[in-house]
């Protein structure tokens, strides 16, 4: 069974930084596409960052501060996050399009969600 586990979410002050990781687990074959999504109390769910084998993918609203990257090896992606602002205070999906052995289908996949809190 696929799953995602993100670990890395916490309390920090504004301009601090945070290092989010996700790991896909389970028999896959191949990842596309992974990276998170983020929720803030009352708003819908937006995208932060995405990375696939081409390219990244970055809201506006973190470019330059957010970095995305992902190892291979380990079916792991990292979103380091600098100097955070309180509007950055949300829970962080991890979010992955992938292609496990059992179905050999692209396939989209969630994580349970890390909390990011900043404080002003």
């Known amino acids: 069974q696929v799953q995602l586990v993100e670990s890395g979410g916490g309390v920090v002050q504004a301009g601090g930084s945070l290092r989010l990781s996700c790991a896909a687990s389970?028999?896959?074959?191949?990842?596309?596409?992974i990276g998170w999504y983020r929720q803030a109390p009352g708003k819908q769910r937006e995208l932060a960052a995405l990375i696939s084998s081409s390219n990244t993918n970055y809201a506006d609203s973190v470019k330059g501060r957010f970095t995305i990257s992902r190892d291979n090896a380990k079916n792991t992606a990292y979103l380091q996050m600098s100097n955070l602002r309180p509007e950055d205070t949300a829970i962080y999906y991890c979010?992955?399009?992938?292609?496990?052995?059992?179905?050999?289908?692209?396939?989209?996949?969630w994580g349970q969600g890390t909390q990011v809190t900043v404080s002003s």
């Open positions: 979010y992955s399009i992938l292609k496990p052995r059992t179905t050999l289908k692209w396939e989209n996949y």
């Open positions: 389970g028999s896959i074959f191949s990842i596309n596409t």
